[in-house]
């Protein structure tokens, strides 16, 4: 299973991506979650991707792309979560794939309105080791605060704060939105209504899996 993961902040894609890693063994690649790795380690990579993670920006391609080319090589079952984020980057994940004949299965589009994103985003607490996401509301830890699963410390990302999510939403739909037709043009597009709870989000994604299986047998 070869999926890309699609939408904007707070759409479910991580949360998904998590749920499809303990289903099926296929490796959530995230690169939010890589960047931020590499922050907190104080790396050359780190270093060049700090300012436009704290603006809402984007990392240069060339950034991004150096970072997942060993990755996708080693990998034959993964699941991309915010990677990639704008044509430039699909491109290049696309001929990388084909070079290596591991092309995408499928690409899942998450989409909620915005009020929805906006507070999904506002009462995300996350793990920064393993970057599990819960929601304050919709999907609390059992105990505040704390990984339900490793029992490690939850963060709220600083990322998340009202004024970053203004812009990263913006950044969205100027880069990363022109992908949704990239894909569909290409027949690889399904379309997920995010909006559904967690578990039904789930069962749409898994439907959307095992159409395409049944497609390509
Ligand atoms: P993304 O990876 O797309 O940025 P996440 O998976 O981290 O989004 O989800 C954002 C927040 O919304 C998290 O706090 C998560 O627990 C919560 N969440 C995810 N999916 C749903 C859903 N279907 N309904 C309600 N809350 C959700
Ligand atoms: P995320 O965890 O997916 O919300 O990503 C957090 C931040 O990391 C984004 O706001 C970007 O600054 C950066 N980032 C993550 N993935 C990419 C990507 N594929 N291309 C460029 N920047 C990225």
Redesign the pocket.
Known sequence: MRLVMLGP?GAGKGTQAKVLEERYGASQL????L?RQNVADGSPLGAK?KS??DS????PDDV?VGMMEVPLAKLDSFVL??????VA?AETLDAMLGKLGKPLTAVLLFDADRATLLRRLAGRWTNPRTGRTYHLEFNPPKVAGIDDQDGGPLVQRP?DAADVVAK?LE?YDAQTAPLVEYYDRTGRLVRIDGLQAIGDVTAAVQKAIDARSGAAA
């Open positions: 902040p995230s690169t939010g979650d960047l991707a436009f993670m809402g920006g984007l990392v991004i979560d915010g990677f990639p984020r704008t980057q990322d990263r950044t």
